[in-house]
């Protein structure tokens, strides 16, 4: 519902105004952080699942995409390195390291809350572990 979405936003914006008052001289580097460690796995979680698309293209269990990305996986591949090296850049400065901690925080969140998603309604594992096209 869109009160789930409005209080997650007010509570967001409570952070950062606590931010702001504690560390002003860092509010700014820590919500970029986060802001950067969302786009990263954002577009990691992207690249992988065209990779994992591709395999499943070439293994003849999908139907090919009438637009397909240039370069395939393979520039999928090159993209995901290249995101991988700027992680690690990041995990070389100091300052700008709190961006994986929040990732890790953040990793952490969804595994608890897949744990906890499960056990409220283990049918919803069964959906997930179907093949995309099963519907069709």
């Given at each position: 519902?869109p009160?789930?979405?409005i209080?997650?936003?007010v509570?967001?914006?409570?952070?950062?105004?606590?931010?702001n008052?504690?560390?002003?001289?860092?509010?700014?580097?820590?919500?970029?952080?986060?802001?950067?460690?969302?786009?990263?796995?954002?577009?990691?979680?992207?690249?992988?699942?065209?990779?994992?698309y591709?395999?499943?293209?070439?293994?003849?269990?999908?139907?090919?995409s009438?637009?397909?990305?240039?370069?395939g996986?393979?520039?999928?591949?090159?993209?995901?390195?290249?995101?991988?090296?700027?992680?690690c850049?990041?995990?070389?400065?100091?300052?700008?390291?709190?961006?994986?901690?929040?990732?890790?925080?953040?990793?952490?969140?969804?595994?608890?809350?897949?744990?906890?998603?499960?056990?409220?309604?283990?049918?919803?594992?069964?959906?997930?572990?179907?093949?995309?096209?099963a519907?069709?």
């Amino acid at each position: 519902t869109p009160a789930v979405g409005i209080a997650v936003s007010v509570a967001l914006m409570g952070i950062g105004v606590v931010l702001n008052y504690v560390v002003p001289e860092k509010a700014f580097l820590y919500v970029t952080s986060v802001a950067t460690a969302a786009g990263i796995w954002t577009w990691m979680m992207i690249l992988v699942s065209h990779i994992r698309y591709r395999a499943a293209v070439d293994a003849g269990r999908l139907r090919a995409s009438s637009f397909p990305a240039p370069g395939g996986a393979l520039f999928s591949w090159v993209a995901l390195l290249f995101l991988i090296g700027v992680t690690c850049m990041i995990a070389y400065d100091k300052d700008a390291r709190v961006c994986l901690y929040v990732a890790a925080g953040w990793a952490v969140c969804l595994a608890v809350g897949w744990a906890v998603l499960k056990k409220r309604d283990p049918r919803i594992a069964e959906r997930v572990r179907q093949p995309v096209d099963a519907g069709r």
